[in-house]
C-alpha cells in the first residue's frame, strides 16, 4: 500500500474503522483549514485509487471503491482525533503611518481581534517581527522597527494573558513585502508581523 500526496499538500488523511465492530477502515480527504481541498492517490497490489474532492473517501480493503463519506460518519470515527488539533498559529500584519511607532486607524482596530486570538492559546508563543519601508538609513530602520515591535509586546504585558514567550526582533527594511527602490515610502513594508502559537 502506497500514499502519494499530490500538491498542493492541503489535507487531512485519515484511516478509521467504518462501522463499529467491521474490520473495513477507510482513508477520507477534508478540506484544509483555508477551504483548499488537494489530492491523494491510494495505491495498492490491486491499483490506484484518487481522492480529490472533500469527503471523497475509499476503504482501504476495496479497490477503486470510491465514495463520498457522511459528515456524520466523519465526526463519528474521526470526532476525538479532529477535536485533538492544537489551535493552529495565526498571524496578523499591523501597519504604522509613515516616519514613527502610530498604528494606521485600520490596524488600532484589529488589536481587540489579537488580544482575543491569543486569550484562545493557552501559554500563547507570540512572535512579533518589525519592519519598514527603505526610507532613512538601514540602521534607523533596524532602530524603528524594533520600537514598533517592542510597541506592540505591550499589549501582551504581564499578567493580562497567559504567555509563555514573547520573542520580539526587528528586520528593518531588509525583508519587505512589496520591493522597491532605496528611500522609496511603501505603506506596506512598514509593518510588524505578529504571530500567535
Not at 526587528?170 to 512598514?190: C, F, I, M, Y
Amino acid at each position: 500500500m502506497t500514499i502519494n500526496r499530490m500538491k498542493p499538500l492541503t489535507l487531512l488523511l485519515t484511516v478509521a474503522p467504518l462501522f463499529v465492530g467491521c474490520s473495513s477502515s477507510y482513508l477520507v480527504l477534508l478540506e484544509d483549514h483555508d477551504g483548499s481541498t488537494g489530492q491523494v492517490v491510494f495505491k495498492s497490489a490491486d491499483g490506484e485509487t484518487v481522492l480529490d474532492r472533500a469527503g471523497s473517501a475509499t476503504r482501504i480493503d476495496r479497490k477503486g471503491d470510491v465514495f463520498q463519506a457522511d459528515q456524520k460518519q466523519i465526526e463519528s470515527d474521526f470526532g476525538r482525533a479532529l477535536g485533538s488539533e492544537p489551535v493552529r498559529p495565526e498571524v496578523y500584519l499591523l501597519y504604522f503611518e509613515t516616519g514613527g511607532t502610530r498604528l494606521t486607524a485600520e490596524s488600532a482596530a484589529q488589536l481587540p481581534k489579537i488580544i482575543e486570538s491569543a486569550s484562545r492559546h493557552p501559554a500563547a508563543d507570540i512572535s512579533i517581527i518589525g519592519h519598514t519601508d527603505t526610507v532613512g538609513a538601514a540602521a534607523d530602520n533596524e532602530t524603528l522597527a524594533k520600537e514598533r515591535a517592542e510597541q506592540v509586546a505591550k499589549l501582551f504585558g504581564a499578567g493580562q494573558l497567559d504567555v509563555k514567550e514573547i520573542a520580539v526582533t526587528s528586520h528593518g527594511e531588509k525583508n519587505p513585502l512589496v520591493k522597491t527602490a532605496d528611500e522609496t515610502p511603501e505603506p506596506k513594508n512598514r509593518r510588524v508581523e505578529v504571530t500567535i502559537r
